[in-house]
């Protein structure tokens, strides 16, 4: 059976709920207007599946949705199971439509004009207007090194990590210079050896700096650009000084190596030529985002990415895309910034419904 909708959110993560949130308060009805599918059986976004002592850049005070404040946590610096909580308390909390445990296969288009058809594993839906905030999660990244099929210890994702405890005594080396490779390494620095390797010296904020800077950051940026003048905010760093990072840094565990030349059966060979030998890597090497299902569409690209006017796609106004990066919204990948980035794009839809 084909069921029929103004607008299909696709995602219930923390830019699916925004939008979700704006949607209800320009007067859509949930259930009838708009609705949001999620392929997870639950709420909770791709919080859910994150390492238990994961931390958020900034206290709980200055990472909220829009509407609802996030609970204070009890280090100021919020895990990964009370962003899960939160955002099943504010899916709960509006009365949001979402059904959960359905996956989006494909979103087509019939024809350049009349709604798209949201292709699920429970049916399709016919809608006027998509907003696709699938994130990344389901999309880990890992580059290329000769003899990584040779290895004959372990190699995993930061998507895939979940505790130090399984890698006590083991030599680990952690691949990648973001905020997720200093986590995992600070906390399994305290159980195994370690050998930390980046593309670049690791860049460290300083230690006051937080995602509340952050986003102070973002926003003068974006009224620089919109006022033509130069941006005079420099580069601030690319790892957060979290709590466990700190402690990391104490204990001389934060000493960054050259990248990688290739992998060998029992470790890694450096720029230096030098073998580091491990049972174990872990890629900390990013996402890429999760746009599978907008494949059938064909959207036109902007280098590595689908082209975007704002958040709506330029090959086809009827979708929008939320939440992706800075490309679809400075912040927008974060709790704090993707509220203004769905902001944006309803009331697009709202001026421009067919056209948006």
Do not use: K
């Amino acid at each position: 059976m084909t069921a029929r909708t103004r607008v299909a959110v696709i995602g219930a993560g923390q830019a699916g709920l925004a939008a979700a949130f704006h949607l209800r308060r320009a007067g859509f009805e949930p259930g009838r207007d708009y609705m949001v599918l999620d392929r997870n059986p639950g709420p909770g976004g791709a919080w859910q599946h994150m390492w238990h002592s994961l931390r958020l850049f900034s206290p709980a005070e200055h990472s909220s949705l829009p509407g609802r404040r996030m609970p204070p946590s009890r280090d100021g610096f919020p895990t990964a199971g009370h962003v899960r909580d939160y955002l099943a308390d504010y899916e709960q909390h509006y009365g949001l439509p979402v059904r959960h445990g359905v996956t989006v296969d494909a979103v087509r288009a019939a024809g350049r004009t009349g709604p798209l058809e949201v292709h699920t594993d429970r049916g399709m839906l016919l809608a006027d207007t998509v907003l696709s905030a699938t994130g990344s999660w389901d999309r880990p990244f890992r580059p290329h090194y000769p003899g990584m099929r040779d290895f004959r210890g372990r190699q995993l994702h930061a998507r895939d990590y979940r505790d130090p405890a399984e890698f006590a005594g083991h030599s680990v080396v952690v691949v990648g210079g973001g905020n997720s490779a200093a986590q995992i390494l600070a906390e399994v620095s305290t159980v195994a050896r370690t050998t930390w390797v980046t593309r670049r010296p690791p860049r460290f904020m300083p230690d006051d700096v937080d995602g509340r800077v952050l986003f102070q950051v973002a926003t003068r940026r974006i009224a620089a650009r919109a006022a033509g003048t130069a941006d005079s905010a420099g580069p601030l760093g690319d790892i957060v000084m979290v709590p466990s990072v700190l402690d990391a840094r104490d204990r001389g565990a934060l000493v960054a190596h050259p990248p990688l030349l290739r992998i060998v059966p029992d470790g890694v060979v450096g720029a230096d030529g030098g073998v580091v030998v491990a049972d174990t890597i872990i890629w900390c090497t990013g996402f890429r985002p999760a746009l599978h299902h907008l494949a059938p569409l064909r959207p036109a690209r902007d280098g590595d990415h689908p082209a975007v006017d704002g958040t709506r796609l330029v090959s086809d106004p009827r979708l929008h895309l939320l939440g992706h990066g800075d490309w679809t919204g400075p912040a927008s990948a974060t709790l704090i910034g993707v509220g203004r980035t769905a902001r944006d794009a309803v009331a697009r839809l709202v001026a421009a419904p067919t056209s948006a």
